[in-house]
């Protein structure tokens, strides 16, 4: 099995609204990540986790709330979001440390496609 | 500051032609470089994985070089097929593990 399987595929949130994205991998692999993609632009990392402890925030502003309650399982919790932060939402994992390590593949999944109204 | 550059922005050819799109990074401490494809609204899928001591690289019809002196990478896509039509991604990874993406090139195949 090498998927990530991402849900859902499409959200549509308004601004008010509390919902949660979820990740799977059943690779062993023990670091997850989240990435944000507008439209014609490349992937920008925005959390790492690597052995469910959280190891990169790049900045992400409060309204986004990451999780990872086992190895396997990976959450973006959203509360009060702006319509600007509807974008692909990609969730990755891979098993050589982060990034991958020297040789490590970077698995994506399908993405969670978010609109915020 | 690490950066990766891709050229062409874009790219048109004809389904059966051949084409290669470019990449140039300063990115270190160099650790590996990656091409990804990434069809529209999917995510992104790993097409080769190289590091410094390899300089070629193949995958069916995709083949990578990589020459790790002057920071160039190629990706060179042989008798195109519609199914090519999509962004390609270059990826390079430090020591530490931080990756930086390139812009992407979107690649275009018409019958």
């Known amino acids: 099995d090498t998927e990530v399987t991402q849900t859902p595929k499409h959200l549509v949130m308004g601004m008010t609204n509390k919902k949660s994205l979820k990740c799977e991998q059943h690779m062993g692999h023990r670091a997850m990540y989240w990435y944000k993609q507008k439209a014609k632009k490349p992937p920008e990392l925005m959390f790492v986790y690597s052995y469910e402890k959280l190891s990169i925030n790049e900045s992400v502003p409060s309204r986004f709330s990451p999780e990872c309650p086992n190895s396997s399982l990976l959450n973006l919790h959203l509360h009060a979001l702006q319509p600007e932060d509807s974008a692909l939402y990609l969730c990755?994992?891979?098993?050589?440390?982060?990034?991958?390590?020297?040789?490590?593949?970077?698995?994506f999944g399908e993405g969670s496609r978010l609109t915020v109204l | 500051k690490n950066q990766v550059e891709q050229s062409p922005q874009s790219l048109i050819i004809l389904e059966g032609k051949n084409c290669t799109l470019q990449?140039?990074?300063?990115?270190?401490?160099?650790?590996?470089l990656r091409w990804y494809k990434q069809d529209t609204g999917r995510g992104p899928v790993s097409l080769t994985i190289m590091t410094f001591s390899e300089n070629t690289k193949s995958n069916g019809r995709y083949t990578a070089t990589l020459d790790a002196d002057t920071k160039q990478s190629s990706l060179h896509i042989t008798a195109s097929q519609l199914s090519d039509s999509a962004s390609y991604i270059c990826v390079v990874g430090t020591s530490y593990g931080k990756l930086t993406f390139g812009q992407g090139t979107i690649l275009t195949v018409h019958p």
């Open positions: 990755a994992s891979s098993q050589g440390g982060i990034g991958g390590g020297f040789t490590g593949e970077l698995f």
């Open positions: 990449c140039n990074y300063t990115v270190s401490p160099f650790s590996n």
